[in-house]
């Protein structure tokens, strides 16, 4: 890796957003707000069914978290017994069931979700609209193709 292409000033910006964002416990302030005491996991699973927008199979949550299966079926029993996700039958295949939030499940997944997107709006603000557009494609793109890759 050559200097000039960018990508050694990278790494060390990463790890300082994390950082940044891990010292100031936004997961932790955004779970907080939604009134449930959740595991980063539980909450995780949630945002991803609230993302995904229609039931899924444990193993399509897995692998949008990127994790194996066992975590996930345990983490579901969890949010099951709490009442934040139900079983509902694949209306492809009566064998399996998908999983998908209740009422509750979907609202703490969308006050988390509101109060991470509230604590990034306040702080690029002030950015021009253009900025923050380029942002959000190239954070996307960059964040598909780590995943594309990962998963090669």
Known sequence: MTRDDGLLEILPRLSQLSAAISRGRLA???TDATGLNLDRPGMTILITLANA???LRVGEIAERMQV??????????ALEQRGLVQRVADPTDK???????????????????TTVLGWFREVIADWPTQD?????RLLGKLADDVTTRLTQ
């Not at 064998?95 to 979700?113: C, D, F, H, K, N």
């Not at 923050?132 to 959000?136: A, D, E, F, V, Y």
Request: proline content about 10%.
């Open 28 to 30: 932790q302030q955004a």
């Open 53 to 55: 927008g229609t039931p």
């Open 68 to 77: 194996v299966g066992p975590h996930v079926t345990r983490q579901v029993q």
């Open 95 to 113: 064998r399996v069931s998908l999983i998908e939030p209740t009422p509750t499940g979907t609202e703490a997944a969308q006050t988390y979700m």
């Open 132 to 136: 923050r557009t380029n942002l959000g």
